[in-house]
């Protein structure tokens, strides 16, 4: 039976991996991640679960550590935010390549520089062209129930790909909200047990772990890395319906908040689609039709899906809280457009830029964005794309 609960984010994760109990845990503290390595510890010492807590030198180690411990055939993890994950980049690409499913609970904070701690996703969109699946939340809640459904993704023979968790530093993981959590036993046989096929430590077995790969056969692991990329998706929405059945909480690859009949749509990542919402919800009320649609897959990109579920609109706002330096647009202004271009749906898009580094982002902000592409589109006013919101004069 499932029980009420009060936590921040990071409690929530940290819960769901106590729950889940894995092999081992390499970790190096950085903000705002570090509670939760820290509060797995206390679960450790407090004899509430037996994982191997490896204290690393810095985030590279704790990446290089879990790729070594999951290669043994262990079950691994770790968390990490901005410059620690940007410090693990080769890792990555290790990870990946050498097909580890291994989790990463990803705690978004902006790069430096300038020198900053605040929330935006430059740290995961970064990272996203290295190989990970990479599933975003909106509230603690869903921070919590997207961990829980990691594994069973990333462990699926179909898929043997690490996954990265992402919720927003801070306006999630320090913020307290209420939760619903899961029976422990229920997680656990969700999650199941990891048995590897093939593993380092497999005496009866012998294999080689990220050998130097040839011409002859790089090009072709390449493919098969992107293959198993697209067939999580469907990996994906399988695990969502089980954990729905047990949970009562549906998810998809995105999503859709009163699109049905939606002129103009937001599309939008994290925990400023909550604030889009409220907007979204206040403009119905004066009769505007206006919809979100929040991703909450970002790799692999559904870009079929996200085209069919934008193709009845007459515009929409691409939000990124993250810069290209591409002098155009942000990595949703890339996805989206070329997206919809490629299914053959045509309508109005403005790329907008907001939040970076913890920049309020606010209904007014949202709902004045919602307007603006509906003048766009009524009067035929020219609205400049790559706008920055918020920004000081």
């Not at 954990?243 to 599309?267: H, I, K, Q, T, W």
């Not at 919809?291 to 990109?301: A, M, N, S, T, W």
């Not at 647009?329 to 919809?340: D, N, Q, S």
Request: proline share 5%; hydrophobic share 40%.
């Amino acid at each position: 039976m499932a029980r009420r609960d009060r936590m921040s984010g990071n409690e929530a994760v940290s819960y769901a991996i106590c729950q889940i109990n894995p092999d081992v845990m390499p970790a190096f503290p950085i903000t705002p991640s570090t509670e939760i390595p820290q509060m797995v510890s206390n679960y450790i010492a407090n004899g509430q679960m037996d994982t191997e807590f490896i204290p690393v030198e810095s985030e590279h180690s704790s990446m290089s550590a879990a790729i070594g411990a999951e290669a043994a055939g262990c079950r691994s993890l770790t968390a990490t935010s901005s410059a620690g994950l940007a410090l693990m980049w080769e890792e990555l690409l290790l990870a990946a390549s050498n097909r580890m499913p291994l989790a990463l609970a990803l705690v978004n904070r902006t790069l430096s520089g300038p020198i900053n701690i605040n929330c935006d996703h430059s740290d995961g969109m970064g990272a996203r062209d290295t190989g990970w699946i990479q599933i975003y939340a909106e509230n603690n809640q869903e921070a919590y129930d997207n961990f829980i459904q990691a594994y069973p993704i990333a462990e699926d023979a179909r898929v043997h790909l690490p996954i990265m968790i992402c919720q927003d530093g801070f306006i999630t993981s320090h913020a307290v909200e209420n939760i619903e959590l899961l029976e422990t036993e229920d997680v656990k046989n969700f999650v199941g047990e990891y048995e590897p096929e093939e593993f380092l430590l497999n005496p009866g077995k012998p294999i080689a772990v990220g050998p130097y790969s040839v011409v002859s056969y790089a090009m072709e692991a390449k493919k098969n890395q992107e293959d198993a990329l697209e067939a999580s998706k469907e990996v994906i929405l399988e695990v969502a319906k089980k954990f729905e059945a047990m949970s009562g909480r549906s998810y998809g690859l995105f999503e859709e908040y009163r699109m049905e009949d939606a002129e103009y749509a937001m599309v939008i990542i994290g925990s400023a689609a909550g604030t889009a919402k409220e907007a979204v919800d206040l403009l119905r009320e004066q009769g505007k039709k206006v919809g979100l649609l929040k991703i909450r897959v970002f790799r692999p990109f559904p870009e079929k899906e996200i085209a069919n579920a934008l193709s009845g609109c007459k515009a929409v706002a691409i939000m990124d809280r993250c810069e290209s330096y591409n002098g155009n647009c942000g990595p949703l202004g890339m996805e989206i457009p070329a997206g919809l271009y490629r299914n053959k749906v045509f309508l109005e898009s403005v790329n907008y830029i907001y939040g970076l580094s913890g920049r309020d982002f606010t209904v007014e902000d949202a709902k004045g964005v919602f307007l603006e592409i509906e003048d766009m589109v009524v009067n035929g006013t020219e609205v400049k794309q790559h706008r920055y919101i918020g920004l000081r004069k």
